[in-house]
């Protein structure tokens, strides 16, 4: 069976076939940790996330530096809502040389989840840096500077995020929000009009929106 084939069938979403495939080659080579990240990757694909931890641990316990091993490890986690462990993996994938936008955006998310948003922040800003066009890491970035109280900068990142992606409407409704801070208010109601006119049943851009309008009637 060649290596490439298990892959193959994976990113076509042939699970069946992929399964077969790698546990022949895990067969053929057991030191290979790459299989048994790649029986991971499978596993975490069909929602096997603990069966899939323990494939992850195997190949650490045969390269204890494997990078993607680390970072299967730490999204197997994060779908568990392990966000702790998830965390520390994708720390440690980083270290391990696993430099790239997706591991530092996941790095984020994981402290975000803990409520840890200063710890979040270093990662999320490396996120939105190495890749200009995730718009999502853009945005969370957003929401965490606005969560430590840098509600400036988190009102000019939604902007770029919006400038980025016009249909965002949590973006739009989160640049609304920084804009009442500053009594912005008729920018505001333009921006909570945008996230409704995206999504129409924003239940929080119409609120805002209401109260703009009311504080308006009481004036």
């Known amino acids: 069976m060649e290596p490439s084939k298990g892959l193959e069938y994976l990113k076509k979403g042939k699970f069946e076939e992929a399964a077969k495939s790698l546990e022949a080659m895990i067969e053929a080579d057991p030191k290979n940790p790459v299989h048994y990240i790649n029986f991971g990757n499978l596993l975490s694909a069909v929602h096997e996330h603990e069966k899939a931890i323990r494939f992850f641990d195997k190949a650490l316990s045969l390269d204890e530096d494997a990078a993607a091993a680390l970072y299967g490890a730490g999204i197997a986690c994060y779908h568990l809502e392990q966000f702790a462990k998830a965390a520390k993996l994708f720390q440690e994938a980083i270290k391990s040389g696993l430099q790239d936008g997706d591991t530092h955006f996941m790095a ?13 922040f270093p990662y999320l800003m490396r996120a939105a840096e190495l890749n200009h066009e995730d718009h999502e890491a853009l945005f969370q970035f957003g929401l965490c500077q606005a969560r430590t109280g840098d509600i400036q900068t988190a009102l000019n990142t939604f902007e770029k995020v919006v400038k980025q992606h016009e249909k965002h409407a949590d973006a739009w409704y989160n640049l609304g929000v920084t804009l009442t801070y500053f009594n912005r208010d008729a920018e505001a109601l333009q921006a909570f009009e945008k996230a409704l006119a995206i999504q129409p049943d924003h239940y929080l851009a119409g609120n805002g929106k209401r109260n703009i309008e009311n504080k308006k009637t009481n004036q």
Request: net charge neutral; proline share 0%; aromatic share 8%.
């Open 108 to 120: 984020g998310m994981s402290f975000v989840s803990l409520g840890e948003n200063r710890l979040a």
